[in-house]
Structures are given as structure tokens and as C-alpha cells.
């Protein structure tokens, strides 16, 4: 029997050759596909949860810039139809007096120069001609350009306004 193992181990590479393959400490384990399988599986499970995980973040992040996109459109659109309608405004302050702001500047006119100071508040106007403050301003505005006319401050009271005739 010693021949025989003396022939098995003369086909063994020489001792220089082992020497430098490092003999592992660690234990070597057989596993079979099934348990590799099941091995793969649980360590990649928590990643494929991330990932679902992320799909849906992504997927709300999506619906939530569709909507703010929607949001922003109807800004736009709003202000474009606000800006509209400033414009429409000013073009209507620089209209001319229409028949019954006319009508009202004659009727301020003919008040102010049948007084002896040619004076009057604001409030004795309103009740002259039975209007609000808008539209007895749109009154006074069509007389104001023509230079004959001012707004001036009450003595007794500060807060109130006159208008008063200038003299020729």
C-alpha cells in the first residue's frame, strides 16, 4: 500500500507549485441552485421594493407637475384676460364726455357761475346734481382740462375739496 500511495503522490505537482496557492481558512460551502436562487432572491427583494418605490414618487411628482402646469396655465390666462381689461379700461378713461357727463359739466358750470364766490364743495355739487362721488368726478374731469376750473382745499376743513371758477 505504501507503493501506491507513493505513486499517487508523485503525480502531485511539486511543493514550489502548491506554495503559491494560499490555503483558505474559510469553510467551503456547496449549495445547490435552488438555495443560490433563494440566496439572490432575498437580497435583491429589498431593492426591487426601492425601485417599485421610486416608480410611484416618480410617478406622483409626474401627476403633480401635470397639475401645476395646469395651475400656471390658468394664471397665464388669467392675467392675459386682466391685462385685457385694464386695457379696456384706460381706453375708456380716455374716451371723450359722452351726452350726460356734458350735460352735468354745463349744470356744475352754470351753479358755480351764479354764486358770488364761485365756489362750492364737492358735497353741495353731489346734492346739486343727485349723483355719487364717481360720477360727479367724471363731471368734473371733463371741466378740469379747460383750464378755467380747480380743485382746491376747504378752509374750515381739510379734508373736503371745492371747485372753484378761476376768473377770466
Do not use: W
Not at 15 to 31: G, H, K, N, R, W
Not at 46 to 67: G, H, N, T, V, W
Request: proline share 5%.
Amino acid at each position: 500500500m505504501t507503493n501506491a500511495a507513493s505513486a499517487i503522490n508523485s503525480f502531485l505537482p511539486a511543493q514550489d507549485a502548491c506554495s503559491s496557492v494560499s490555503q483558505s481558512e474559510d469553510p467551503v460551502f456547496i449549495l445547490s441552485s435552488a438555495q443560490l436562487q433563494e440566496i439572490i432572491t432575498k437580497a435583491i427583494q429589498p431593492l426591487k421594493q426601492e425601485i417599485a418605490r421610486d416608480r410611484k414618487e416618480i410617478a406622483a411628482l409626474r401627476d403633480q407637475l401635470s397639475s401645476l402646469e395646469k395651475d400656471r396655465d390658468v394664471l397665464s390666462d388669467n392675467q392675459l384676460i386682466q391685462l385685457r381689461l385694464i386695457q379696456d379700461l384706460k381706453e375708456k378713461a380716455k374716451r371723450e364726455p359722452g351726452k350726460t357727463e356734458l350735460s352735468r359739466a354745463e349744470k356744475i358750470e352754470k351753479y358755480l357761475a351764479s354764486r358770488p364766490d364761485h365756489k362750492a364743495t364737492f358735497e353741495t355739487l353731489k346734492g346739486h346734481l343727485g349723483v355719487d362721488n364717481d360720477l360727479l368726478g367724471i363731471a368734473i374731469k371733463s371741466l378740469l382740462p379747460s383750464g378755467k376750473y380747480a380743485i382746491i382745499k376747504t378752509p374750515g376743513d381739510k379734508r373736503k375739496r371745492a371747485l372753484v371758477m378761476l376768473p377770466r
